[in-house]
């Protein structure tokens, strides 16, 4: 006898403002009980005039906190790059929004980048990483205008997390010898160099002069990690946060945005500080010369608080975040559709059997 998903009946047991979450089997093995629905996300842009959402009919996300990034606006401000999907049976894929106009496209249909993505500073090509039928990761190569397909950049060993400096050159993660470390490398794949001996666990980003590569990395001489900032000329040392930290720079480099993550990797639980620099620093103006909790940056002149996992833009009001919609909310684009809780039962009646 068949027992196809098609003659599994469900019955839906609440209804409302409520979010319903988990799986049960009932003791008996007839039924079981479980959440069903669709989470939606969505992405907002933060400027002079408030807060807009992007217009993606859709779920749409930015890179995760744990992912490397310099910048997902554009040089002149104007797009803005971003994951997402228009429904569930839909992969995840790259897009970008004219922020002017409010149009929507995808950049590369039938490309699923794995974590991280980086544009030029020129907005000309775009480089990602992807898993490959091994499942291994490996650095990709696209050209905005899409006039010619992405470019795969085969390595024996995995790269990801790429990011491309100002001056167009390619900073990414190399796995060697079971241990991560950063690499250079131009766009048509020649001179690649490792930037620094010290091995790291992820690349950040890299600072707007593209003199510095911040990583998340042990701390010499001590067991906990921290995030510290490598030199690209001769791989010198300067430490951000004693603790972890995302660390991100607006475009133009006049701010530091510094954020510590809560109880979970939820962007919702992040805490941003947005930290004004003095002309010609790279860092905040910190007497023990690193980060070592919130309390070391709410004194600082100008510093702005925000309780979200921001991505800035050019300045200390430009800046994009994402959140998960609720049932409650009224949103332009991207209904939420609210998880519910509901009751399935076996054609069987024998999902699980209880012992005896």
Known sequence: METGISQWRTEQLTFGPTEQEGIAVASDGHFLLTSVGLKIRTVWVHDHSGDHQVALNGSAVLMGGLSSSRAIFSADGTKLFFFGSRNSDEK?????????????????????????FGISPDDRQLVFDSYDANDTLHLWLAWLDRYSPPEYCIRSWAEGSPVFGPGGDIYYEGQ????????????????????????????????PDGKWLVAEAAIEGETKRGVQAFKVADGSIKRICYVLCLARWATQGRFMFVAFPGNTMAASSYKTFIIPLHHGSVCPDLRRGGIKSEQDLMGLNGVKIVNDLLHPGSDNVSY?????SRPSEHLPYSHSLRSELCRTYSPTSDIVRPRT
């Open 92 to 116: 995840r894929e790259l897009w970008q929004a004219d922020l002017g106009s409010g149009q929507v496209e995808r950049i590369l249909p039938g490309f699923s980048p794995a974590h991280s």
């Open 176 to 207: 060697t010898d079971e241990k991560v470390y950063l690499y250079r490398r131009s766009p048509s794949g020649s001179d690649i160099v490792r930037v620094t001996p010290h091995s790291i666990v992820r690349l950040e980003t890299i600072s």
């Open 320 to 324: 994009a975040f994402d959140r998960a």
